[in-house]
């Protein structure tokens, strides 16, 4: 990866997505307003920061990374399948749709998602010109998400998996994630045999790596150039919020992506 800093705000870009000059961004939680335990760059809006740090974090973030705040689509994260493909940007006045994948064709519009351990899932198509962004926690990532994204993508703009670059950002890694035997079940009554691969016993528990598992779902669909952050928000918490590491009181960092505008 990338490592970048303008104005206290220092973000991670991947190399694969650099050298196409596909805007983008995994945002550090440094530089912004938000005091313990949202320090400080939350862009969280609902889990108990003041609505004016999060706005003052929001403008500083947009601004570090040279896109608008008004440029701004994202929604409503919750741990499903369903995909939005938009040709503007969110209107404020409407509250974001549910969806864990965002996708764009307009230059114009920045996706936005939050995260604190979940994988973003940062996808560009240089041929059929979209960008796209899509959260996969546990149950994201058990129901396929990232391959359900490379199918929906193909449908509505005609990309082929073979022509996405595709980068996995920072999230729990495989070594950090304990999840319990009802995950594990889960996965191996969806995913049969081939979900054992990404578990690891821990005592009555399982360890759980979501890199592992993701990119299996990108390469079963078809993708082939997939760049793998390796940066581990529990074991980062300078950089990165974690979930699980902070027990739920933390904040959530961005991860941004847009098309360039020749692209248009
Ligand atoms: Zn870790």
């Given at each position: ?24 961004a995994l ?5 912004g ?11 969280g ?17 947009y601004?570090?990374?040279g ?28 509250p ?26 940062l ?6 010109k ?6 996969a926690?546990?149950?994201?990532t ?22 996405l ?12 994630y ?49 760049e793998?952050?390796?940066l ?33």
């Open positions: 990866m990338n490592c970048h800093e303008r104005e206290g705000i220092r973000w991670y870009s991947f190399e694969n997505l650099d050298r196409l000059g596909v805007p983008h945002v550090t939680r440094r530089g307003v938000s005091p313990s335990p949202h320090a400080s760059l939350n862009l809006s609902t889990n108990g920061d003041k609505p004016a740090n999060v706005e003052e974090n929001r403008r500083r973030m601004a570090a990374i896109r608008e705040p008004g440029s701004k689509f994202n929604s409503w994260q919750v741990h499903g399948t369903t995909m939005l493909f938009t040709d503007a940007p969110r209107d404020p006045q409407i974001p749709q549910p969806g864990d994948g965002i996708f764009t064709q307009n230059p114009e519009v920045t996706l936005t998602m939050v995260f604190a351990d979940c994988v973003p899932i996808i560009h198509d240089p041929v059929q979209v960008a796209g962004l899509v959260h926690g546990w149950g994201g058990l129901h396929q998400v990232a391959s359900v994204a490379v199918s929906r993508i193909a449908e509505q703009y005609g990309s082929h998996a073979r022509d670059v595709v980068g996995l950002g920072p999230s729990i890694c495989g070594k950090c304990e999840v319990g035997q009802e995950v594990y079940e889960s996965f191996l009554r969806l995913w049969g045999d081939a979900g054992q691969a990404f578990f690891k016993p821990q005592g009555q528990r399982y360890l759980l790596d979501l890199w592992a598992a993701n990119e299996y779902c990108l390469r079963q669909a078809g993708v082939e150039q997939i793998q952050s390796g581990c928000t529990a074991e980062n918490l300078d950089d990165w919020y974690s979930y699980r590491k902070e027990r739920g009181a933390t904040g959530r960092f961005a991860a941004v992506i847009a098309l360039k505008g020749d692209d248009a």
